[in-house]
């Protein structure tokens, strides 16, 4: 178990104006792939981007140089990417926006290799319009579904979406969207930037990205086919995801997020503090509350999870708020590198 590092891991350059929301997932051996969106034509969402990856042979103190793991294939950009172990094989998922309001879609790679060559493209979400999947969010159930949870509309530029899951029985190969779309109808914006979580009784908790000042939930006891009325959570959150996961060790969910105390008030630009919870009920009753990042103006957001050898590899973006500083202009990635007994009781 490695010290407590925090790393600025993809730092934004003149060629490179946002380099942000990524995921890390541990090799067969041993090493770790680092991959994140690369924004090259701007700092906008809709700018051009590829995915971009380093690799890690020694638990994440340094990296190899970057390079591009998905070329951009959208009109707009490719982006997002998600990683997922499903037996010997490694699966990649990913964003492409087509265009700025009306189509973006997610695909997944498969690789026998570990990465160091994938196969075609298959498209996730099949029916027209603009499906968002945030970094890191693809679900493997203990009996085998892969999960990705999209907020889906038309037309981006109409502000309210609606929540789908899409699943596989097949290892990826092949597709099925849930049949009940989940609506948040007192949310001016809907159903945003959902997440997963199984809870121990095999059934699914879908977190939701809102307006209202809290996060909000529902559940689904069919894996992802139909889902419960949302209701918030006893947690304060502004306009920004969370992201939730399961520790193998102890079982207990762990949550990190953004407890912004202007609550439903608050903007994009309002991302900060970040903050880690623990629940040890599903999700019903969130304590040992952790200040991970905590400077004012600062954001921090759009972050992955994943557990390594007793220590929890933490990646999100960060940017700062400062004068004549446009949307995003200067981010970069950071790694957070920390002992599990940090956030636990």
Aim: with cysteine.
């Amino acid at each position: 178990m490695l010290d407590h590092v925090t790393l600025t891991v993809c730092p934004y350059s003149e060629t490179s104006p946002r380099q942000s929301e990524g995921d890390l997932i541990e090799l067969s051996d041993g090493s770790l792939l680092l991959g994140w969106t690369c924004f090259t034509g701007g700092h906008e969402d809709f700018s051009a981007a590829h995915i971009a990856a380093r690799r890690s042979v020694d638990g994440g103190l340094t990296w190899s140089d970057a390079f591009v793991l998905q070329a951009n294939r959208g009109g707009a950009n490719t982006m997002s990417v998600s990683f997922l172990r499903y037996h010997s094989e490694l699966l990649m998922f990913f964003l492409i926006k087509d265009d700025s309001y009306t189509s973006c879609h997610c695909y997944v790679r498969r690789s026998g290799d570990d990465g160091r060559t994938w196969g075609e493209p298959i498209k996730v979400s099949a029916q027209p319009g603009y499906h968002v999947v945030n970094n890191a969010r693809v679900l493997l159930t203990a009996y085998g579904r892969i999960l990705v949870p999209a907020a889906w509309n038309q037309d981006e530029r109409s502000g309210h979406a609606l929540g789908l899951c899409f699943y596989s029985d097949d290892g990826g190969m092949s597709w099925q969207q849930g049949r009940q779309p989940v609506e948040l109808a007192a949310s001016r914006t809907g159903v945003q930037e959902p997440g997963l979580v199984e809870l121990r009784d095999g059934s699914l908790m879908m977190i939701i990205r809102s307006d209202l000042g809290y996060i909000y939930q529902c559940q689904s006891k069919d894996g992802g086919d139909s889902w419960s009325s949302p209701e918030p959570m006893p947690l304060v959150s502004g306009v920004s995801p969370a992201t939730v996961k399961r520790l193998p060790e102890t079982g207990q969910l762990l949550m990190i997020w953004n407890p912004t105390v202007f609550g439903r008030f608050a903007g994009w630009r309002d991302r900060w503090p970040l903050c880690s919870a623990v629940s040890d009920d599903d999700g019903r009753t969130w304590h040992h509350i952790r200040y991970l990042e905590q400077t004012p103006g600062i954001c921090h957001a759009y972050t992955s999870m994943t557990v390594i050898d007793h220590s929890l590899y933490l990646t999100y973006y960060e940017w700062q708020d400062l004068p004549g500083r446009r949307n995003f202009e200067g981010t970069s990635l950071k790694l957070n590198i920390i002992p599990l007994s940090h956030v636990l009781p």
